[in-house]
């Protein structure tokens, strides 16, 4: 049985691109929660999907946006990256009905240069 | 502003000995509770979850949580060094939101 995987595991961009990052769920799970976390720093959370829709949001700009597709995978978009962006981003499945019990994937580290 | 506060450690403990770590949170709406475990450059993993006052045990691992004090603790027993690690606590809102705190570091020395 797969866990939760993430791609890419490491990823460098210059200030003001973009990124896409990609998760897939354990199977059978059907809630994709986003996060970030600086070295030193618990999970920051970004937002969760749900049913294809982001059902909750966590206190990050608009530059951060996602989706999620039928499969129950998912995708995180950071726009106009800023060099405070530099961090692991952490991708989390688990069951809507039992949503703080998350596994994670082993996550994707950014760099903004 | 709901919060989950930890004492950032680090915590040192001989080896086979008792490890506790302890948690506080902000928002009295929580009603589950979750350690998650993270070894140095590696992802969370979740170790306990209690829904309850009281303690619940799983091996050598009891968590204990009192929703009037606003208080969730975890104890380790007969520790090794395999459990150096972070630790992470985390309450779910009402809104099904994961609320972290920033961890303990826990050093077991041999």
């Known amino acids: 049985d797969a866990g939760v995987t993430q791609s890419p595991t490491h990823l460098i961009k210059t200030r003001g691109q973009q990124v896409t990052l990609r998760c897939s769920p354990k199977?059978?799970?059907?809630?994709v929660s986003w996060y970030q976390q600086a070295l030193g720093q618990g999970p920051q959370f970004i937002f969760q999907?749900?049913?294809?829709?982001?059902?909750q949001r966590g206190n990050f700009p608009d530059r951060f946006s996602g989706h999620q597709f039928p499969n129950y995978s998912s995708e995180l978009n950071v726009n106009a990256l800023l060099l405070g962006d530099s961090a692991l981003y952490l991708c989390?499945?688990?069951?809507?009905?039992?949503?703080?019990?998350?596994?994670f994937g082993p996550g994707t580290r950014l760099t903004v240069t | 502003q709901k919060e989950v506060e930890q004492n950032s450690g680090p915590l040192s403990v001989p080896e086979g000995a008792i490890a506790s770590l302890n948690c506080t949170y902000s928002?009295?709406?929580?009603?589950?509770f979750f350690w998650y475990r993270q070894y140095s450059g590696k992802s969370p993993e979740l170790i306990m979850f209690?829904?309850s006052n009281g303690d619940k045990e799983d091996g050598r691992f009891t968590a204990q949580l009192n929703k009037a004090s606003q208080y969730v603790s975890l104890l380790i027993r007969d520790s090794q060094p395999s459990d150096s690690a972070t630790y992470l606590c985390?309450?779910?809102?009402?809104?099904?939101?994961?609320?972290w705190g920033a961890g303990t570091k826990l050093i077991i020395k041999p």
């Open positions: 985390a309450a779910m809102d009402s809104n099904y939101q994961l609320i």
């Open positions: 989390a499945s688990s069951l809507a009905r039992r949503a703080g019990e998350q596994y």
């Open positions: 928002d009295r709406g929580s009603q589950s």
């Open positions: 199977s059978g799970h059907d809630t």
């Open positions: 999907y749900y049913e294809e829709e982001e059902r």
């Open positions: 209690i829904y």
